[in-house]
């Protein structure tokens, strides 16, 4: 059974482990950390828990459904991997147990790519190793056709998750999975790969404060141009130097500029390693920075993009979001975004690459309490 409750801001949660009840009013606080190229996490603090439980809990499926008003929802699906149960003689009991508050730890679907392997990963491209993985974990994956081999990647004690993340930072992507998808995306392509929702800010001159999803409670940025650097890099390739300039952007507004440029050397096995290094190494520049907390809105994941407005300054427009932490109480909701760009605020946008949008699966499916995709699919996108 799954449990439900709402709040005058049209909040609802539900949770259900392994498809048993847990009470609605015994939940606390509920929290959903997502965060690019990191497995997604989240927590329950549980008040009154049954003793026995602590030890029954630890590995079963979990899902969490929360959402605030008609379109921002979210639906975690993972495991339960820690117990963190609290007594306090004075308090005495609570629902008959000695336990007055336990917070339940949670990894996503992907958890069970956390064991460390070594092997070595030879002449493999980037969707050939999604795709291995993916059918590893009974996942589905959506992937650019980046053509770029790796000759020899070592994966020396690492999970099969941290190797993926590697392939994809090194050209320039990021990782991030919804239930049993994971989804590899180029930073650039987010407005319309990933999507876009907006961040509602209190103008100088007008406008209102309101209490509604993505309304800006507290704003605080760092803008700087010193990140934003071309790159020049010298490459030793068979005993002969290869210089690249690379200057790329995301063309989310009006590009930041720099007055100085970074000149780099390493060695490369190919042309196309020096390339693909460079690229890499541009998709992590993104010199403005900012935190947000705003009223909640658990359908902003990592990669989609937000359009900030009524600030009536460089800084509005769009920015991409590399994480977000949605916490749900009892009668309120916020979320914490973290937010990076690489332009100005500007009428002219036009991003630099397009890709089309994540596919829309089915609903994961429960076999012998592990999250599986319903249907095989890997989607090589160019």
Not at 5 to 10: D, K, P, R
Not at 105 to 132: D, V
Not at 279 to 301: E, L, Q
């Amino acid at each position: 059974m799954i449990t439900s409750g709402a709040s005058s801001l049209e909040l609802k949660f539900s949770v259900s482990i392994d498809g048993g009840q847990l009470d609605y009013s015994s939940i606390q606080i509920v929290k959903i950390y997502l965060q690019e190229n990191m497995h997604n996490l989240a927590s329950l603090e549980v008040a009154g828990i049954p003793p026995e439980y602590l030890s029954v809990y630890l590995n079963l499926p979990i899902v969490i459904r929360v959402g605030v008003g008609a379109i921002g929802s979210y639906t975690f699906y993972g495991y339960i991997y820690n117990m963190a149960p609290v007594s306090k003689n004075k308090d005495g009991l609570v629902n008959n147990s000695p336990f007055q508050t336990t917070t339940i730890n949670c990894f996503g679907a992907t958890y069970p790519m956390r064991g460390k392997k070594t092997r070595s990963w030879e002449h493999y491209t980037l969707p050939q190793i999604a795709k291995e993985l993916a059918n590893k974990y009974n996942l589905t994956v959506s992937v650019p056709n980046d053509p770029f081999v790796f000759s020899r990647l070592v994966q020396s004690e690492k999970t099969d998750w941290e190797i993926l993340v590697e392939a994809a930072d090194y050209l320039g992507y990021r990782v991030w999975s919804d239930a049993t998808h994971i989804d590899i995306w180029d930073p650039y392509a987010a407005l319309s790969h990933r999507g876009m929702r907006n961040l509602y800010a209190m103008s100088a001159n007008q406008g209102s404060v309101k209490s509604r999803p993505g309304q800006v409670i507290h704003f605080a940025s760092q803008v700087s141009n010193a990140l934003k650097t071309s790159d020049t890099l010298h490459s030793l390739v068979d005993s002969s130097i290869l210089t690249n300039t690379y200057n790329d952007a995301s063309g989310m507004g009006a590009t930041v500029q720099s007055i100085f440029q970074d000149e780099i050397a390493e060695n490369a096995v190919s042309v196309d390693m020096s390339q693909a290094a460079l690229k890499g190494r541009n998709r992590n520049k993104f010199p403005i920075s900012a935190s947000a907390t705003v009223v909640g809105d658990p359908s902003i994941t990592p990669g989609m993009v937000v359009d900030l407005q009524k600030y009536e300054s460089g800084i509005d427009g769009l920015w991409l979001v590399k994480s977000a932490q949605h916490e749900m109480f009892r009668g309120s909701a916020m979320s914490y975004l973290e937010l990076v760009r690489d332009t100005f605020a500007s009428n002219n946008t036009y991003p630099s690459v397009f890709a089309p949008p994540v596919p829309v699966l089915p609903e994961p499916v429960l076999k012998n309490r592990r999250w599986n995709a319903l249907t095989e699919q890997v989607y090589v996108y160019a």
